[in-house]
Nanobody
Framework: QVQLVESGGGLVQAGGSLRLSCAAS????????VGWFRQAPGKEREFVAA????????YYADSVKGRFTISRDNAKNEVYLQMNSLKPEDTAVYYC?????????????????WGQGTQVTVSS
């Protein structure tokens, strides 16, 4: 069992930066692939970024490529999402998710564990 808690969300002006953290409990987290997803009001949950359990493989949605960076520290059981050059369209609740496996995964249905989400609001 893995429990996830996101933090680091908030209100920021367009062009600003935020760093989201996903803290995990559970002995197997270091063997889990992790993804970040987001959901804006009235929209479906969408993929943002993913990282393999080693951290050696990452993947990004086109909409955030070059602006967001996913990373992890398995010694601390944490995964991060550094978000730069934020835009109003990045406004959403951001969720981290985890699952076992060797790859990176892009669909919400592929993940077994979810955090409660953290709100990110980007003002224009």
């Amino acid at each position: 069992q893995v429990q996830l808690v996101e933090s680091g969300g908030g209100l920021v002006q367009a062009g600003g930066s935020l760093r989201l953290s996903c803290a995990a409990s559970g002995r197997t987290f270091s063997r889990c692939a992790v993804g970040w997803f987001r959901q804006a009001p009235g929209k479906e949950r969408e993929f943002v970024a993913a990282i393999s359990w080693t951290g050696g493989s990452t993947y990004y949605a086109d909409s955030v490529k070059g602006r967001f960076t996913i990373s992890r520290d398995n010694a601390k059981n944490e995964v991060y999402l550094q978000m730069n050059s934020l835009k109003p369209e990045d406004t959403a609740v951001y969720y981290c998710a985890a699952r076992g496996g060797l790859g990176t995964y892009y669909y919400p249905t592929q993940y077994d564990y979810w955090g409660q989400g953290t709100q990110v609001t980007v003002s224009s």
